[in-house]
């Protein structure tokens, strides 16, 4: 993992400068882990679907991640979410596409957000947050306007 530099002036300028540039690292470095899961994009017989669903839940993943930079208005307790989660989620993901004729969605969310990373979440009001983000960021609207753009060829306007 390169090594960002920090100034030790007062200056906010640079210090902001310096913390986005630590955002920056740390999101390569996730994206490393998700091409780490070439392999399983090659296998899977729903291709479509499972890149989709694959980016939600890498964006999923990000955002629990990242609201415990904000202490108690991120998550009311600290929770150790970590790539782990996130690459076991895929491999749940993986096989429920291969083994469903359809998108199991309700069941996707409640895997991820009541077990893998609901596992962690013991207050309610970040568990209701856990769901809403899988609400929001996991449904078959998704697959439909990913198949709307790949039909259009870029030719869309929007």
Known sequence: MPHAKCNNNNDDDDYAQDLS???DVRVLTELTNVANFQDTLEMCARE??????????CYFHAVVSERRKFGPQGWNRKYP???????????VLYNYLEANTK???????????EIMYGGHITDDWDRRLCRTYLEEYMNHLMVCIRILSLSCNGMCNE
């Open 21 to 23: 540039t630590l955002e």
């Open 103 to 113: 998108v199991p969605w309700e069941d996707l969310r409640y895997l991820f957000g």
């Open 81 to 91: 979410f970590n790539t782990g989660d996130l690459t076991i989620s895929v491999n």
């Open 48 to 57: 479509m679907e499972f890149k989709s669903i694959l980016f939600s839940l």
